[in-house]
């Protein structure tokens, strides 16, 4: 009898080991992985999960690299466009289709771009910085429309000239920059394929009354280098 039941143990422990063998042996050598689809050309994160906006362009919006950092669509949509974005696309002008995948402040009609979405998304491309000292400039007009970053904060306004003024949003004074006020503004110019821009220190509705609205703090006058006086501190109240 014992005997039976050793034969009977034995018999099952092949069965099961021949039953769960295929098993055993998957789990010790798991399949390969699949390869994941490519959802966007040099993203690095995945941009297919944001909605996509489409629309014909009016105008590009010039960025202090030369490159277009923007646009403004027929039906009067603002798009921001990280630096470097526009660039993925050479065919992007007034009047093609511009395909983005992004996020809307539908408040202020805005899009913040994220990716170029015509057939595949493809994401911005870091950019060769310019260093480069932008001529001083001036600009003045009425404003036609206010032009934000992507955060949706107030940065600057597009003129009834074709000019675009950008300014700080820390200093943007939304009291000057309103849709049909006049505006002057004293910055920096940039002459680019995409328009004029001025990036203001001084902003006001008149040379007048415009004030200092830069990030950049005034450097106060003094003795100009390699004079006498250059590298003398002068103590409070005056000369010793």
């Not at 998304?121 to 001083?136: G, I, N, Q, R, S």
């Not at 001036?138 to 949706?152: N, P, S, T, Y």
């Not at 004293?186 to 001025?198: D, H, R």
Request: charged share 20%.
């Amino acid at each position: 009898m014992k005997h039976w039941a050793r034969g009977l143990s034995v018999s099952l422990g092949v069965f099961a080991m021949t039953a769960y063998a295929p098993l055993i042996a998957h789990a010790a050598n798991p399949p390969p992985l699949k390869a994941q689809p490519v959802m966007g050309m040099n993203c690095v994160f995945d941009v297919s999960s944001l909605p996509r906006f489409t629309g014909r362009i009016e105008r590009l919006l010039p960025g202090t690299q030369g490159d277009a950092v923007g646009a403004i669509l027929t039906d009067g949509t603002e798009v921001e466009m990280p630096p470097g974005l526009a660039a993925q696309d050479h065919t992007l002008r007034a009047g093609a289709v511009l395909d983005v995948r992004g996020l809307a402040a539908p408040g202020l009609r805005l899009v913040r771009a994220f990716a170029l979405s015509d057939k595949m998304d493809v994401c911005a491309a870091p950019m060769p910085e310019l260093v480069t000292a932008a001529p001083p400039a001036r600009a003045e007009g009425h404003i036609e429309r206010l032009l934000h970053d992507g955060d949706g904060a107030l940065n600057g306004a597009l003129l009834n000239t074709g000019t675009v003024l950008r300014v700080p949003a820390s200093g943007a004074r939304p009291r000057f920059l309103r849709v049909g006020a006049p505006i002057y503004a004293e910055g920096s110019g940039y002459q680019t394929a995409f328009g004029n821009l001025v990036v203001a220190r001084r902003l006001g509705p008149d040379r007048l009354q415009a004030v200092h609205v830069s990030d950049e703090p005034s450097v106060p006058r003094g003795a100009p280098p390699g004079s006498t006086g250059y590298d003398q501190i002068q103590p409070p109240g005056g000369t010793e």
